[in-house]
Structure formats: structure tokens, C-alpha cells
């Protein structure tokens, strides 16, 4: 068991969590602590993620809130088979090799963030493998639209489904934590909940569409939360807020929440 379990900053505002928090009519907070209760329940009796003979109820008790089990499962963040339940990812984000992995990845981000102009901190820099959480190729230089895997770079044009496929066959997320449009989002103060809502807006409006890879599809959500494609949110004096095309949007994502 470790005594530790990794948990992104924008958890709460996952729309995953607010898919959780509708069907149990439950507050997102509240979402994220029992979340940490189920995650602390697999890590402690489970070695590889894989619970078997375990059912939601076993997970709703675990959580104490009925339909967690069920509303994990339509979210995709529990899997439900013949022999029992499994978890996701397990080993990326519990145990010692997630945690390994972890401290790997601060330990590069702060020999990058000194800016050490000195030749043999560069090379300790350099020495140290490029990890990241979802993610087995390079992070992109600074500065880049994305961080992105070599899958696009032939040219293929391919629909969201294909984008899909794609970063499920390179385990990856379709949006992974380091890529670029989160650093921009913390840069100018933009909320993460926003950057979430513009996930959904962006999926909605671009799904029928076609760009070029995995790449271009993210490069493609980048621009479209640097350039506020949808009109979402506006500078109210120093102060991020939704615009009236912004609350619609919420609402259609909570209400698509709801009917999931």
C-alpha cells in the first residue's frame, strides 16, 4: 500500500467530476473527497487496480453515496467487467512506480524553471529522463502550441473519433496535464473551470471536423482558449467571468451531465 495518492490540481474542475456530482446530486467538492476514499480503497486492497467480486454497491458503501459506483462507471473513471471492478490507470497513479514517476518529473521541471546558464547543470538537466504522467515521447520546447505525441506528423487529417483512438492506443489522455494551454491558462490567471468549459464547447462544436493528427487536434483547443473561440469569458477589470454565451454553455455541459 502506498501511503501516498497522486491527484491533479484541476480535479475538481474535471468534467468528469461534475458528470459525478449531478447523477448523485452531490457537491463537486464532496465528488473529490469520496473519489480520494475509493482511490484510497483500491490502492489498500487491490495490487493491481482489479477488484474482483467487488460490485458498485461495495464502492457506493465505500464512498457513502449511492450510485457513485454506477456514476464512476458511466464516466469511465471505473471499469465494470464479469469478474469484478478495475480501476484505470492504476499503476500511473498509485504505487511506487507512479510516485517514482512523479518525483521524476518535478525533479525535470525544476532544473528547467532555474534557467542555470552553468554548462554542468545543463548537462544534469539533459541526463535526466523527459517523463511525463500520460505520455512516453518528449515534452515540446517552451514556447511550442502543444506537447504532443509524434502521432499527426505524417499529415493525416482525422476526425475526433480517430483523435480518440489515437491517444487510447498511446495511453494517453486527449488532453494531458502538461500540455502548453494549461501553462497558458495559469499564466494569465484563466480559472481551470473555464478551460474545462471550453473543453466541452470545443468538442461540441468541432467534432464533425478534421485536423491533422493528435497534434493538430490539440494545437487546435489551444487556439481555441488563447483566441476564446467560443466568447466564453471576459476581463471584468482584472477579474475572469463567464460571458451569457459562457452560463449556456455551463448549462449545457451540467445538462448533458444530468441525461448521461
Not at 478534421?210 to 490539440?218: A, L, N, S, Y
Not at 469569458?233 to 475572469?240: I, P
Amino acid at each position: 500500500m502506498a501511503a501516498w495518492l497522486k491527484m491533479g490540481v484541476d480535479l475538481p474542475e474535471k468534467p468528469e467530476v461534475w458528470q459525478i456530482a449531478s447523477r448523485c446530486s452531490l457537491d463537486p467538492d464532496a465528488v473529490v473527497g469520496k473519489l480520494l476514499k475509493v482511490w484510497r480503497w483500491f490502492d489498500s486492497h487491490t495490487e493491481n487496480g482489479n477488484a474482483a467480486g467487488v460490485t458498485v454497491s461495495i464502492i457506493d458503501h465505500v464512498a457513502t453515496a449511492t450510485g457513485f459506483g454506477d456514476a464512476m462507471v458511466a464516466c469511465g473513471w471505473l471499469e465494470a467487467t464479469e469478474d469484478g471492478l478495475s480501476l484505470p490507470k492504476f499503476d500511473r497513479h498509485n504505487g511506487e512506480t507512479a510516485k517514482k514517476r512523479a518525483l521524476t518529473a518535478k525533479r525535470v521541471g525544476a532544473h528547467r524553471g532555474k534557467g542555470n546558464a552553468d554548462s554542468n547543470a545543463s548537462r544534469v538537466t539533459e541526463s535526466v529522463p523527459r517523463v511525463r504522467e500520460r505520455s512516453n515521447t518528449p515534452i515540446a520546447p517552451k514556447g511550442a502550441d502543444g506537447n504532443d505525441s509524434s502521432k499527426g506528423k505524417s499529415g493525416k487529417r482525422m476526425t475526433w473519433l480517430e483523435f480518440a483512438a489515437a491517444c487510447a492506443d498511446a495511453g494517453e489522455d486527449l488532453l494531458p496535464e502538461d500540455n502548453a494551454v494549461f501553462v497558458y491558462a495559469e499564466r494569465i490567471g484563466l480559472p481551470g473551470e473555464f478551460v474545462g468549459l471550453a473543453w466541452g464547447w470545443f468538442k461540441a462544436r468541432h467534432a464533425d471536423k478534421r485536423q491533422v493528427g493528435v497534434r493538430g487536434w490539440r494545437q487546435a483547443f489551444g487556439n481555441c482558449v488563447r483566441e476564446n473561440w467560443g466568447k466564453l469569458w471576459w476581463d471584468n477589470g482584472g477579474t475572469w467571468e463567464l460571458t451569457t454565451a459562457g452560463k449556456q454553455a455551463q448549462r449545457e455541459v451540467q445538462a448533458q451531465a444530468v441525461a448521461a
